[in-house]
């Protein structure tokens, strides 16, 4: 569904310096992949190149077998759904701000307040948070509320960069619990980066250790 091929990353603060090179990877509906790798390597870099938010040196990025030009970008933004670390939230009430998507023109259904509250509330955010302007909700809260975006939007691929980084045991607990049943209930999957390795191996179908690929500074340095 999802292919990754020959893929060589770098930043584009710094783009003649590869971080991770020749990464190929298959993801099928209802997996659950952990990306992990040592810190620096370039595993948010990544994340932002299989959303189409940056071009990867070289390689490919195909959702079943097409890319992002032959899919438009829109759409292809739209089925590729990535969710950083830090909340990205707009002015406005939380409802605002998860409505917001359905309105764009890639929209393909409407939004639907009461899921939206039955995710809030399993999520763990307080009840009537919805009409609260959403830059005033604490950073945990927001990254939920962004999650929670973006599991409305039913993408098929959903990625999250360190998802639980503000979450506390109970509620991360409850977020795998809830990304586990909607794999399982939609033709979707999953790639996530995040810290807690051994926690994350127990939701996770498979583990994809990104040091093979890593590029060392050094090494770099040495071959110019």
Known sequence: MFEIRDLDV?????PATPLIRKLSLTVKAGEIV???GPSGCGKTTLLRILAGLIDPMDGQVRL????????GWPRFRRQVVLVQQ???LLEGTVERNLAAPFAYKSADRPYSAD????????LGLPGGCHAQPARTLSEGEQQRV????AILL????????EPTSALDERIAGELDNLLSEWVATHPSAVLMVRHDVALARAVCTRAIDLTPHHVARQTVEAQR
């Open 86 to 88: 830090r909340p990205v």
């Open 10 to 14: 770098a930043t584009p603060a710094d």
């Open 115 to 122: 899921a939206a509250r039955s995710l809030l509330d399993r």
């Open 154 to 161: 039913q993408p098929r691929i959903l990625l999250l960069d």
């Open 146 to 149: 962004c999650l929670i975006r």
């Open 64 to 71: 079943d077998g097409e890319d992002g030009d032959s899919i």
């Open 34 to 36: 952990l990306l992990h």
